[in-house]
């Protein structure tokens, strides 16, 4: 659906893009996730048309972006980074203005209009001014215009930044059931995101592409087995000694001891969730177990690790 | 029709924002003060002087028309959501043109007042009146026409402006150049200035022309806004 080949972009004499190429298969839903300033924005609105490459190829649905523009915008909706709005419309005239942009017959735009803002749960705010919606619902809106029309490809710049958590799930939620029908691509900072709602990551820094994957694969190749931090009240050295000698346990970390209360940092072996053997050999022992926490994976270590592995090759 | 989509849009935002009413009432007000005062004074039933005066207001006031249209969307970002629908550039300026137009029109229009003013109470020779009004609206095509060429070189609405009325200002006084230089009456400058083709409109005749020139440069900056958002892309 999209094909992407050696694309570079240049702003003056700064390079934005260093050879980039992926592919996005139909009905695929692609997370970007990349750091500030690593590139996200940029590809997108190259996707969109809104800027020109420097060089290489991008396609989508076979038609050259760049020689056949309007065509491949007609596809596209389109949710900019910074999600802008017309302020002093409401939002069904909004959302109608794009549908007419979009050549939608005036027929169908009622109908088109009224499920884009249902879907996105705006239909009940629709003669609202933009202007006073809050910042959830704008970005409802522009998630709505991106909407209207059932374009085939949908590109959504950081779809769920400065939303509340339970906007958060929601916007997500959208998003995935958008995926069973459409090709998506979404930029994002957060792993999480990807997870919740992408089969497929891109992640991308300083211009290049240092992954493609599916995120399972990703989380599990990069953090290279689990980690549980646990709190357990006894005698520090005997617990870690004890859970050393654990099958499933690669590695133990003193964390730190006060008031004969030990924080330690617990390796697993590669593929092993080693949670239970923890709490049963505690408990065999007589200690008392505080807290168990399986420490998530950050993006922050997965760059680390990402761009020192691209070094090493 | 994208064209007329984004001239609606365009026209309707005309409205949401005090400028239009703001820039509508004090044309208005000013052009019937200029009227009433030059009608006192002449005891003329005739609009030529006072179509001059609407002129120099014009210059103050289609900068202000103009302002926004590019440089608004720029600032707030909606310029990536116009420019990443099926729509072609043309159309986008296009639309935006005859936005400005018609909101110029209404202007012009609600000035026919004055005119009936003048036949109710007097005797006043039609021809030269109507030749005016198309010669102002021609002038105002231009004004407008160079204003969103402004609009497109800036974020900044207040820039955008002061660099519309300067292109308007210069356009309107180049002829003068001639005189100050030396030059022959048919130089170059008299030739591109607006107002050495305006003269005729007021005196009653429609030269060809001059209608011509109007509508060139017309064309001409609309086809150089067109070409100005598409620098844009390549900076
Ligand atoms: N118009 C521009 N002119 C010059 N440099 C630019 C321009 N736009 C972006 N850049 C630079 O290109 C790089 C990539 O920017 P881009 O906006 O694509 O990053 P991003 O991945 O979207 O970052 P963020 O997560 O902060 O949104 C940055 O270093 C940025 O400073
Ligand atoms: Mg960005």
Not at chain 1, 138 to 153: D, F, H, M, S, T
Not at chain 1, 264 to 285: H, M, Y
Request: proline share 3%; charged share 25%; hydrophobic share 45%.
């Amino acid at each position: 659906m999209i094909h992407v080949k050696n694309l570079c972009k240049k702003y003056s004499s700064f390079e934005a893009l260093k050879d980039i190429s992926f592919d996005v298969e139909k009905g695929e839903v692609v997370g970007f996730l990349g750091p500030n300033g690593a590139g996200k924005t940029t590809t997108m609105r190259i996707l969109t048309g809104y800027l020109p490459m420097t060089s290489g190829k991008v396609e989508i649905d076979g038609l050259d972006v760049y020689e056949e523009s309007l065509k491949v915008r007609s596809k596209i909706g389109y949710l900019p980074e910074t999600t802008p709005l017309y302020m002093d419309m409401t939002v069904k005239e909004y959302v109608s203005y794009i549908a007419e942009l979009k050549k939608i017959s005036k027929e169908e735009r009622k109908e088109q209009v009224k499920k884009a803002m249902n879907d996105c749960g705006v239909g009940h705010i629709k003669d609202k001014l933009i202007k006073t919606l809050s910042k959830g619902f704008k970005q409802r809106v522009g998630i709505a215009q991106a909407l209207v029309g059932n374009p085939e490809v949908l590109i959504l710049d950081e779809p769920t930044i400065g939303l509340d958590p339970n906007q958060i799930v929601e916007i997500r939620n959208l998003i995935k059931d958008l995926g069973k029908e459409k090709t998506v691509i979404l930029s994002t900072h957060i792993l999480q995101e990807v997870s919740a709602t992408c089969n497929k990551v891109i992640i991308i820094s300083e211009g290049k592409i240092v992954a493609i994957d599916s995120p399972e694969n990703l989380t599990s190749r990069l953090s290279g087995g689990m980690r549980v931090d646990i709190t357990v009240k006894g005698p520090e050295s005997e617990i870690r000694t004890c859970l050393e000698g654990l099958d499933a346990i690669k590695e133990v970390k003193e964390a730190g001891q006060e008031g004969g209360i030990a924080t330690l940092r617990v390796f697993a072996k590669e593929g092993q969730d080693p949670r239970e053997v923890i709490a049963s050999a505690v408990v065999r022992n007589g200690w008392g177990l505080k807290e168990m926490r399986r420490e998530a994976v950050n993006l922050e270590e997965i760059f680390m690790k990402l761009t020192k592995d691209d070094k090493k090759s | 029709m994208n064209i007329f989509a984004i001239m609606k849009r365009e026209l309707k935002a005309y409205f949401y924002s005090p400028i239009a009413y703001v820039v509508f009432a004090l044309f208005l007000l000013l052009a019937g003060y200029f009227f009433s005062m030059i009608l006192l004074l002449s005891k003329e039933a005739s609009m030529r002087a006072a179509m001059y005066n609407f002129v120099i207001t014009l210059l103050f006031f289609a900068p202000l028309i103009t302002m926004r249209l590019f440089a608004e969307e720029r600032k707030t970002g909606t310029l990536e959501v116009l420019m990443t629908r099926p729509v072609r550039d043309i159309e986008v300026v296009l639309g935006k043109f005859f936005a400005a137009l018609s909101l110029y029109a209404l202007m012009l229009a609600s000035t026919l007042v004055y005119v009936g003013v003048l036949v109710k109470y007097g005797n006043p020779d039609m021809g030269p009146i109507w030749s005016g009004y198309l010669g102002l609206f021609l002038l105002g095509a231009c004004f407008i026409a160079l204003g969103i060429f402004a609009s497109t070189l800036t974020e900044s609405q207040i820039i955008a402006a002061v660099v519309g009325f300067a292109f308007m200002l210069l356009f309107w006084v180049i002829g003068w150049l001639s005189g100050t230089l030396g030059f022959s009456t048919e130089s170059i400058f008299t030739y591109i200035s607006l107002s050495s083709h305006f003269d005729d409109f007021v005196r009653g005749i429609i030269d060809f022309r001059a209608v011509i020139y109007y509508l060139s440069f017309v064309v001409f900056f609309l086809f150089v806004t067109v070409k100005s958002i598409e620098v844009r892309k390549w900076k």
